[in-house]
């Protein structure tokens, strides 16, 4: 028996025993967890340490090396956020519809754990300590599947979750981590079906669209993000400014950062110039249309792909638009549905655009830096779903969680 | 540009035009598809007519023809469902969620449609009526791929649903069928995820099995149901028998209709023979394990593959346990986590199946046939959902849903 169906069955069963836990149980876990994590920092921080020598060795980036980095910040971090996660109200049987029926019958649909979440994601080994701790929280197991290159890290974070579940009421089969960090262990979870309820992909595209393209296992689609925002003929110039530069600068590595740039033609021709400046001298390099490239010098031309890239930068595409209609079509054909924003102070066209722009977040007068878990109050975040079904925009518990309609009867049969 | 790629772009577009209809809007639309299928009504009993020729001289079985089957009745209880589907709540634009935040942020999560629908099914024309009227119910395109054996019925109804919705609100592309059987049609929607934002498989097990394994659109997976009975040692005996007898009899060929039996022993030393009896004399068949073999010389022996059989006839397997929790176990193995119950008076033991059986609706004291949109009050039924995603169990117009966050700022930005 293959590595990952081993695992996969121990988690199915674990998922099991987990049904029934009580909140209590699942928060003193939950406790232990951060509490060893503390215990074990130093362990911890030997082992990262393998991975990022590995990975200079490699050549990773300095950009891949810091998401791989655990330090004594980070780790008493992720203890916290796990206290915090701890405070959280507990999903699971909440009552979500009673049904009473003329027959005696009384139907109440509750929230229930999903079962067995197959993570499968890249470098960052703070995604195995999140996975695991929301996973335990909603009652599910979850089978976690990082990349080599994080594999010391996440094979150490693993041994301390299951030391901190032993003598607790939590099995420690329901964390399972699969060591072989060979592609074909994530092809075999990608058709898992069996023993995995949903995958989770948490990286780039490419990790993304294989996952949703391959598997057989229901996905949660999460991340990609080429964010626009549209500034309309009455927008505010300081407004746009600011929440352009915000959108674009404050963290361009980010999926709700702005990615594209579409402006009203009439605003382009009395602040055009002066928005082109401002990127300038915060570094934003602009790839931009016929009227953009003739503004400004420093623009380079845009090529069709160019307006589907996500640059994860401090670059942008600028179209100038014709229309909030145009730039609905232009949103609607080039994005991701993920966080469009429109900048004007005409009422008609705000709700035209939030109404018409498909997408899972849509802003009138506010960046879309805001579309996040934390931001919206809900106290964790599991991803951001790009897909339109189970969940979409920021994942908070309830995303972990799936209903069972429980029936009570007297012996009632159908006429 | 193929059939399938045309009609999926026009099905898009038409989409975006759906999303800003009211509510009277799409009523009118679906009381004039409701008249038009009246004065319809010759015409499509006519064209039906190829499909049943075409059926006999291909040796279909009559339950198939009497599935492709349209006649008078059909066709008035067709338009009489989309009375009853316009006297049903709108779901869209319901305010799910308000958020206020200390930066004067204001966040509501509302209620949209999902976008393009595709329907896969067999046989059945009334699910051409059903899954385009629900579709534009909740403002959903929808594109319709039927099987060849109902495609002059299909054809006709479509053409009803286009005649009826000229001159009103609603685009006519917002309802596409394919026309191509072939089932390379079928593979291209599998992957047009360009176009379609969810495909609902409706038929077969080969057919659900098909659409899951090869999509890469994501998938609400309905109705196989391998669905159990447990008759608990403290079950009165009255009870359990006329449960079985109508979970089993009353309409066998229905995913929520009992597959197999599992008796606690000591129930069935007292009352097994006489269970078995009342099973024969309701001319069903029974497949049973070594202790029904040694109680009945009509029981057949039941191989493993019997108990993940879905008779979907007067066949059942039955089983003889000796612990709830050995029954929760069989059912965790086999089931197809659709309808299980329990008959039992120790509250104790209904609780501990009812809480640790996966599936999506779980009974005690009660037939397993109430599981069913129409029985739970949602007034129309998509289908009932094994998957544990979006939806579980019987799914009414919600389920054809998705949600949006409107984020309404006044020049907010990100910290």
């Known amino acids: ?30 406790r232990k967890i951060a ?20 990975g200079k060795q490699a050549g990773l980036s300095d950009g891949i090396l810091d998401r791989i980095l655990l330090n004594d910040k980070r780790i008493e971090d992720m203890a916290d956020a796990i206290q915090l996660l701890v405070d959280l109200d507990d999903p699971i049987s909440e009552t979500l519809e009673t049904i009473r029926k003329e027959n005696g019958l009384l139907i109440e649909k509750k929230r229930v754990p999903i079962g067995v979440i197959g993570m499968i994601y890249e470098a960052r080994p703070n995604v195995t300590i999140d996975a695991a701790t929301l996973s335990l ?30 003598n607790t009421a939590i099995p420690v089969e329901a964390v399972q981590l699969i060591e072989d960090t060979n592609r074909e262990t994530a092809k075999e979870l990608f058709t898992l079906n069996q023993y995995l309820d949903v995958l989770i992909p948490r990286g780039g595209k490419n990790l ?32 746009a400014e600011r929440v352009v530069i915000n959108g674009k600068t404050q963290r361009p590595s ?14 382009f021709e009395c602040h055009g110039r002066e928005l ?20 400004s010098s420093l623009a380079k031309q845009a090529t069709e792909e160019d307006w589907y890239r996500e640059y994860l930068g401090l670059s942008v595409s600028i179209k100038v ?39 899972a977040a849509v802003y009138h007068n506010a960046s879309t830096r805001f579309t996040d878990g934390f931001e919206f109050g809900y106290g964790a975040e599991i991803g951001i779903s790009t897909q339109k079904l189970h969940a979409r925009g920021p994942m908070g518990l309830n995303a972990l969680t799936s209903s069972k309609f429980f029936i009570y009867g007297q012996g009632q049969v159908r006429e």
């Open 137 to 166: 929280k909603t009652g599910n197991a979850v089978i976690l599947r990082g990349s080599s290159s994080a594999i010391y890290s996440n094979q150490a974070l693993v041994e301390t979750i299951h030391r901190a579940l032993e």
């Open 35 to 54: 509490k060893q994590l503390l215990e074990d920092q130093n362990h911890l921080i030997q082992e990262n340490k393998k991975d990022l020598e590995q």
């Open 208 to 239: 993304i669209d294989t996952v949703v393209r391959e598997s057989t296992v229901p996905v949660l689609e999460t991340g990609a993000g080429n964010c626009h925002i549209y500034i309309d003929e009455s927008a505010d110039t300081n407004m």
């Open 254 to 267: 980010v999926c709700n950062a702005i990615e594209t740039i579409l402006i009203h033609k009439k605003w």
């Open 321 to 359: 638009s014709d229309s909030v209609e145009e730039a609905i079509g232009h949103i609607n054909k080039y994005g991701t549905k993920h966080s469009e924003a429109i900048i004007t102070n005409n009422q008609e066209n705000a709700t035209m655009f939030l109404t018409n722009v498909d997408a």
């Open 1 to 30: 028996m293959s590595e990952v169906t081993r695992k996969g069955q121990a988690a199915k069963l674990a998922s099991y025993s987990l049904v029934g836990k009580t909140t209590a149980d699942k928060n003193k876990a939950l």
């Open 276 to 295: 082109l400046d401002v990127l300038h001298k915060n570094q934003v390099e602009i790839y931009g249309d016929e009227m953009i490239c003739n503004s």
